[in-house]
């Protein structure tokens, strides 16, 4: 009889696959706009547990969020910069993806 291995993070087993989505679940996130170079807004995620960014793959999720609002941006420093004042509809991209967001 096969021993059932158990996740890392979540404790339950591996054949679950819920790691990715119970890791998003427990970062709290939080969605600023700061004023840049010639007061240009940048909308800024952060919140980002180092420890957990190997399951969630920032460059992946600021592409996703650029193509959503139509903006550039980067990954930065375990944060995700959006160029634009995007506050009000990156909270709900994110909380669509899983994420909890203060």
């Given at each position: 009889m096969a021993?059932?291995?158990?996740?890392?993070i979540a404790g339950l087993p591996d054949e679950?696959?819920?790691?990715?989505?119970?890791?998003r679940s427990q970062?709290?996130?939080?969605?600023?706009?700061?004023?840049?170079?010639?007061?240009k807004p940048t909308t800024v995620v952060s919140g980002f547990d180092p420890e957990l960014t190997d399951r969630t793959d920032l460059k992946e999720l600021a592409s996703e969020l650029k193509r959503e609002v139509g903006a550039g941006g980067t990954v930065r420093d375990d944060t995700v910069e959006v160029q634009g004042d995007h506050a009000d509809r990156i909270p709900d991209l994110l909380r669509d993806r899983g994420f909890d967001v203060a």
């Open positions: 021993k059932d291995t158990l996740s890392d679950l696959g819920i790691d990715e989505d119970f890791a970062q709290r996130l939080s969605v600023r706009v700061e004023s840049r170079r010639y007061g």
